[in-house]
């Protein structure tokens, strides 16, 4: 799709240069625009800040008729046509909350005959739930005034993604009623899976997939332990790396975010919060104050980020785990959008991880402010989705807990991508450690401990199992006599940390279930464990053994 000429090249050139101010093409710009062009359905892979924009913008430049463009967040949306209408692109958009006579000015126009828009914008819910729209785009087609429709932020149709928005799926009638226009999806963040999912959502046909690597090298990854001191680690961190300089520090609640950005003002940081309880004046507000560098650091819930163009992000630190490998990708790609170094750190703790179950158990999570996914009417997601959301988060865990391989590398196996840690040049904290490992199978300690769940009755939390099983004598397990058990301080002998890794892992591969007993959602939380019977079974009747990585003392 690169070599070949065709009837459009110069003309695309000459407007890559003229009106965007490009001398050249990023990597797979050219091929996608090609592709399109020639009346394909498309299905683009780009990491963020790679250019996807210029992919359908130029194509909806050079060609005759309207590109309908769906993105998910207004703020988006106006960003880009205030981008569109500086290069003197004429383009509109229509959202759910607008003026209806604003509305029907810009029908008016696209009823014309020199309809001068080139790109019409719209949020996802206006496809879905909007007749008007639909029959407008009818009668466009019937003049043959649509050249093509592009989904930003595909990922949003996918169930399997970190990002589900049940608007997008009623995306598909796009090229059920129109079959003949060509649809370009876009998107900065897909697992296989969820490429397929939404290319079978939409219904796309003998689709071309482009895809780059997901690999950002200025980017640089750490993992770090969350203590009690999160917000002085935090603040150490910034004054010792990134004085001064641009960052987002992403909480799990709206309270974390204020209470965050509280203490950082008390630490001489320019910092501020954003949420989705702020209105609307207020958060772009905030966004403009950023964009100016007035506010230095923004506290956030995950409300923050998507269409974010801020270059000179130098840090995204993540206060709380994230709710998948996706999101955290994401989330990360959010710093060093102009190439040069940054850093990403994750403050990890186990607590952490069942606050944000029973968050997503319950459809709390928040997500973006426009999204109109499970969480905004409050509603507990069930049945697939609730399962793929907690393996999401699992695998979180999972990367959080493994302070063996190089992050790169497990960011990219999750994208389906290969990678050789070599590559990473010691870039993430676990590459950079210099230090060798060993495998050590862990078996017997693994069949200890689901046997301990079991003899105390199913009903206690991960952190009183390991206190028993290192022999405690705390007055809570004197309470239950657990200090009579034979398994009591059976791993009393064990290195610091160990017991703890392998009973993760036992939940990690549910073996052991870990249940939400009692909460008050933005509070504490407390867990029993619980034994998965036919996954023990393996363990202790089907020979199954578990080994785990170890760094070698040093
Ligand atoms: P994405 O949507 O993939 O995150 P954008 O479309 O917002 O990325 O582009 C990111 C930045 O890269 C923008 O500032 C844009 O102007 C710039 N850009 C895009 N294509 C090119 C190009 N071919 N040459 C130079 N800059 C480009």
């Known amino acids: 799709w690169s070599s070949r000429e065709f009837s459009w090249t110069k003309k695309l050139e000459a407007n890559n240069k003229k009106v965007f101010g490009n001398h050249s093409f990023r990597p797979n710009q050219r091929e996608v625009i090609n592709a399109t062009m020639s009346g394909h359905d498309v299905f683009v892979l780009m990491p963020t800040g790679g250019g996807k924009s210029l992919t359908y913008q130029l194509p909806a430049l050079v060609c005759p008729g309207i590109t309908l463009v769906i993105s998910p967040l207004v703020s988006l949306i106006q960003d880009q046509i205030m981008h569109l209408l500086q290069a003197n692109i004429p383009a509109a958009y229509l959202s759910a909350n607008m003026e209806w006579t604003e509305q029907q000015e810009i029908f008016r126009e696209l009823n014309s005959d020199y309809c001068k828009y080139k790109l019409l914008y719209v949020t996802p819910e206006k496809v879905a739930k ?189 206060h709380s785990l994230p709710k998948s490998i996706e999101g955290y990708h994401q989330e990360c790609g959010r710093a ?116 301990l769940v079991k003899t105390t009755g199913q009903k206690f939390s991960a952190a009183h199992l390991l206190e028993v099983y290192r022999g405690s004598l705390s007055q809570f397990v004197k309470k239950h006599r657990h200090e009579t058990l034979s398994l009591h301080g059976a791993g009393k002998h064990l290195a610091k940390g160990e017991a703890s890794r392998v009973l993760r892992h036992l939940v990690i591969e549910d073996i052991l279930i870990e249940d939400v007993k009692k909460s008050d959602v933005y509070g504490s939380v407390s867990s029993v464990v619980k034994v998965n019977g036919s996954r023990a079974y393996n363990l202790f009747a089907g020979g199954q053994t578990i080994k785990l990585r170890f760094r070698c003392a040093a």
């Open 130 to 318: 909007s007749d008007v729209l639909l029959r407008q785009l009818e009668s466009l087609h019937a003049r043959d005034s649509l050249a093509r429709f592009v989904i930003d932020e595909a990922h949003c149709v996918s169930q399997w993604g970190h990002d589900f928005r049940p608007d997008y799926q009623g995306l598909g009638i796009l090229k059920q009623k129109f079959p003949t226009i060509p649809v370009l999806a876009l998107t900065a963040t897909a697992t296989i899976s969820v490429k397929e999912d939404v290319v079978q959502a939409l219904g796309l046909v003998n689709c071309i997939v482009f895809r780059q690597s997901f690999n950002r090298p200025n980017l640089r990854y750490s993992v770090v332990p969350k203590t009690k001191k999160c917000v002085e680690d935090i603040d150490k961190f910034i004054k010792e790396n990134h004085f001064d300089e641009c960052g987002i520090i992403y909480c799990l609640s709206r309270m974390d975010c204020e209470k965050v950005a509280e203490k950082l003002q008390e630490y001489g940081h320019k910092a501020a919060f954003y949420h989705g309880s702020m209105d609307s004046p207020q958060r772009s507000m905030i966004q403009k104050q950023w964009s100016k560098d007035e506010i230095n650091i923004i506290c956030a819930t995950v409300a923050f980020g998507m269409g974010i163009n801020k270059p000179d992000v130098r840090f995204v630190i993540h």
């Open 336 to 451: 060093g959008r102009d190439g040069q170094p940054s850093s990403c750190v994750l403050y990890y703790s186990y607590s952490d991880y069942i606050r944000v179950k029973h968050m997503i158990s319950q459809g709390v999570v928040e997500q973006t402010p426009f999204g109109s996914g499970y969480n905004r009417a409050n509603m507990a997601p069930s049945g697939r989705l609730l399962e793929t959301n907690t393996e999401n988060l699992l695998r979180m865990v999972s990367y959080a807990e493994n302070d063996v391989d190089c992050r790169r590398l497990l960011q990219l196996i999750h994208f389906g991508e290969k990678f050789d840690s070599l590559n990473c040049q010691k870039t993430c904290d676990n590459c950079s450690k210099n230090q060798s490992f060993v495998e050590k199978d862990v078996t017997e300690t693994a069949k200890q401990l689901v046997e």
